[in-house]
């Protein structure tokens, strides 16, 4: 069951209410509100997008770079096709955010990228939409249908002279095309592996024309900035960390689901939102933001907000916003060989850094897990990953480098005992 507080993006939706998610609800709640703003004010390119650098709005798919500033990289001057694309290529483990926004509230999405394409002077784009999330993917034709009958894609929308249409993209499940280039040579129907870098999408992007990308989550939140105002929205947060965040929570919680909440809200308010610690038990670890980022132990994340400052400064980081819950009972040792089994089986295998070393990661830490643990696998882990981490196209091989370092540096005592003794400590759970 997903449960939602009162935010910018699921203000007033019900996911409970079977029609909640279409056209009619949406414009009920002050939909398309701020695309009309827009065109009927004949508001600049220029004025949405300090709107968008006013709000603070930092990207909600991992990276947390300033969108308005990635827009004002797009050269709107450029003659012939430019695209603006949506990332809902949501595979990373813990994280179920995205899926919900295309499902509960996508004309939100819709009207999102329909201002980001009036705003950097764009006339298509797409949605590459995860391939595990179908029934989503369906959701979303459906929108785009009910927006075009309605005036508010394809030419001349609501008589403005402005064109712009979306198409969405239904993708394979590899969760490698949760990179952008990656993502774009799937949606040119090649291989999806990343390109190097530069050029970067806003100059050589989609066909080779320039090409802004954003998560699903960042496009469904310019709509109220729009609305409502970028200092609005930015007061929702705190400096640096404008706006409201969705936080998926899983693991050992009682109410695991989507929360939407201000950026800087201590990290105990939300696991208090989730229902607290499932069965009483005692919080052990936190891993803040997907399963490529640093796990923290409980005691540190009781005293950290859920922003991107505060999470990097604890020695993790945001990310997406996967809070994965972890109790008392969990064995890191066997926890550790299911995430890097994860990223062994879904690297690309273009560049051999990543190749070689995801697998030997995982053998690494299969063998510890099984009781066949040699004294020198520790040691043996960080040298493998230092020659990963920073040493590669993409950040695929830091994704899968930043668990092993993280769990083996806050749970060694596991590790070690593991190699010692061919058992756990205790009888964790999966041990």
């Given amino acids: 069951m997903t449960i939602y507080q009162t935010g910018v993006i699921f203000d007033q939706v019900n996911a409970k209410e079977a029609d909640d998610w279409k056209l009619e609800a949406y414009t009920a709640r002050g939909g398309y509100q701020a695309l009309k703003k827009i065109l009927s004010e004949k508001i600049t390119q220029d004025d949405v997008i300090a709107e968008v650098k006013a ?16 827009w004002s990289f797009m050269p709107r001057s450029f003659p012939g096709a430019k695209y603006v694309v949506c990332n ?10 995205d899926r919900d926004i295309i499902m509960y509230n996508p004309h939100a999405l819709i009207e999102g ?38 005036g508010y894609l394809g030419k001349n929308i609501l008589n403005s002279g402005f064109d712009f249409d979306l198409f969405a993209h239904h993708g394979y499940g590899a969760y490698i095309c949760g990179e952008e280039t990656a993502l774009l040579e799937s949606l040119e129907g090649k291989k999806g592996q990343p390109r190097f870098k530069p050029p970067f999408p806003a100059s050589f992007g989609l066909y080779g024309k320039p090409t802004t990308i954003n998560n699903t989550e960042t496009f469904a939140s310019v709509p109220f900035i ?30 695991p689901g989507n929360y939407e909440v201000p950026l800087g809200t201590p990290f105990k308010d939300l696991l208090a939102m989730a229902g607290g610690m499932r069965g009483g038990k005692k919080l052990k ?26 999470i990097s400064k604890a020695g993790s980081m945001l990310g997406s916003g996967a809070v994965i819950v972890m109790d008392e009972d969990v064995c890191m040792v066997k926890a550790l060989e299911r995430l ?20 030997w990661l995982y053998r690494i830490v299969h063998r ?14 960080d040298s493998v990953g230092n020659n990963m981490a920073g040493r590669t196209i993409c950040a695929l091989a830091d994704a899968a480098v930043f668990p092993v370092r993280s769990f083996t540096k806050h749970f060694r005592a596991e590790f070690e ?11 964790h759970r999966w041990c």
């Avoid at 603070?56 to 798919?61: D, F, P």
């Fill in 368 to 381: 510890i897990a099984n009781g066949e643990g040699r004294p020198e696998d520790l040691a043996l882990l």
């Fill in 113 to 150: 990228m329909i201002i980001a394409g009036y705003a950097m002077g764009v006339a298509v784009g797409y949605n590459y939409i995860h391939g595990e999330i179908f029934e989503g993917y369906l959701r979303f034709e459906e929108a785009l249908k009910q927006a075009r009958e309605a």
């Fill in 88 to 97: 809902t290529d949501e595979g990373e483990p813990g994280t179920f955010k």
């Fill in 226 to 255: 729009i609305r409502d105002g970028g200092q609005t929205f930015a007061d929702k947060g705190k400096p640096n960390n404008g706006g409201t965040k969705l936080f998926s929570i899983s693991g050992h919680v009682e109410r």
């Fill in 55 to 70: 709000s603070g709005l930092r990207g909600r798919g991992g990276a947390g770079f300033p969108t308005g500033l990635k």
């Fill in 340 to 359: 890097s089994y994860f990223y062994y089986e879904e690297s690309c295998g273009q560049c051999t850094p990543c190749r070689e070393g995801t697998g």
């Fill in 285 to 310: 670890a936190v891993i803040p933001g997907g399963s490529s980022a640093p796990v923290l132990p409980g005691n540190i994340m009781m005293e950290v907000t859920m922003d991107y400052d505060a």
């Fill in 417 to 427: 005992h593991y190699i010692e003794h061919g058992k756990p400590m205790k009888e």
